[in-house]
């Protein structure tokens, strides 16, 4: 976030200034012994002018900030010769101002020191042109002293634009530890009424019982424990669905294992939806199986879940599982294999 002027008032202000000097200038063509360099520097103004105003870029370019430190050397130097100083101040030394609105232009567009140099140089030249007085009478001094205002504000502006971006930073991270927590939040409760909701029957069982469980009770606490490091260990994988497939296997005597390795965690609720519904239904086909394991595939992968179920009454089950053995060398399908299947990360069309 940056605290500035818009840039249509900057704008705005600075051509009404310089039109301004113009105007000036050209109110002294009629009495003017020399017009030659008075029309040159008024081009030569008016150019620098359109340069320092109209060029983009913060800070403006160098050659541009040039081109306007030049300028503000060679009006003193050119137009002092055609001003008559025994007449009094008058519009003759338009050039002052000018040279001091050129100036506070490049504070503005982040030239201090250059500006600094240029209102020096005026300094310098009006002392040893027209005397100390000069400084006075002439104008000098109020267009130092807009160089000074101008700086001052410049710098004040700086500042308080870095003071809004660390404001501006530290309520970001504020919302993102606000937002941290609260996703902590939802985590812990989510987790906590899917236990309880998994556990409470079984929980209340036990106190109408004293402990003194069956063994079908038995092996339904260790069902719901398993189900309860599901949640834990292969949260993105499961859905109602899932879950009650699991269950069942897992009833029948089967082992299901669940790893969820944060390959999901890219895809988009449609085609997560999609993933849990390809699970459960390869959770049906594999009811005949004694072993099944689901597992994310790392991102980057076109496949998104493996699943593999085995029946253990084979030596072979085990290098089944990892992806060997799937053809045996007649070419038939390994009979271990129950279900083998990959689930893509995307559809395909």
Not at 27 to 38: D, E
Not at 114 to 140: D, I, Q, Y
Not at 173 to 188: C, I, K, L, S
Not at 210 to 229: F, V
Request: charged share 20%.
């Amino acid at each position: 976030m940056k605290a500035s002027l818009p840039a249509g008032v900057a704008i705005g202000l600075a051509t009404l200034f310089s039109v301004y000097h113009l105007v000036l200038a050209a109110t002294t063509l009629p009495g003017a012994a020399q017009i030659g360099p008075v029309v040159a520097c008024m081009i030569l103004y008016a150019a620098a002018t359109g340069v320092a105003v109209f060029v983009p870029g913060r800070p403006l370019p160098v050659w541009a900030t040039c081109f306007a430190l030049a300028t503000a050397v060679v009006l003193p130097v050119v137009a002092s010769p055609t001003v008559d100083l025994t007449a009094g101040p008058g519009n003759g030394t338009w050039w002052i101002a000018a040279v001091g609105t050129l100036m506070v232009v490049l504070v503005v567009r982040a030239r201090v020191a250059f500006a600094w140099v240029g209102v020096g140089f005026l300094t310098v030249h009006a002392v040893a042109w027209a005397g100390l007085g000069a400084l006075g009478s002439l104008g000098v001094l109020g267009s130092v002293v807009w160089v000074v205002i101008a700086t001052g504000l410049t710098a004040a502006m700086s500042r308080a634009t870095r003071v809004t971006r660390d404001f501006v930073r530290a309520e970001q991270e504020t919302a993102d530890w606000q937002a941290a927590q609260d996703a902590h939040v939802f985590e812990r409760q989510f987790r906590l009424s899917q236990t309880t909701r998994m556990a409470l029957p079984m929980l209340q069982r036990i106190i109408e019982t004293g402990g003194d469980l069956d063994d079908a009770e038995r092996a339904e606490c260790l069902h719901l424990e398993q189900a309860i490091r599901d949640e834990i260990r292969g949260r993105s994988l499961l859905s109602e669905d899932v879950r009650d497939e699991v269950m069942r296997l897992r009833r029948r005597g089967a082992t299901v294992q669940l790893h969820d390795d944060g390959g999901l965690d890219d895809l988009e609720i449609d085609d997560l939806r999609r993933v849990h519904a390809r699970i459960a239904e390869a959770l049906r086909q594999a009811r005949e199986a004694d072993n099944v394991i689901i597992r994310t595939v790392p991102e980057g992968s076109e496949s998104a879940v493996t699943v593999v179920g085995l029946r253990l009454d084979l030596a072979a089950s085990e290098s089944a599982a990892l992806g060997a053995g799937m053809d045996d060398e007649d070419g038939d399908e390994d009979e271990s294999v129950v279900v083998w299947l990959e689930i893509p990360r995307h559809e395909t069309v």
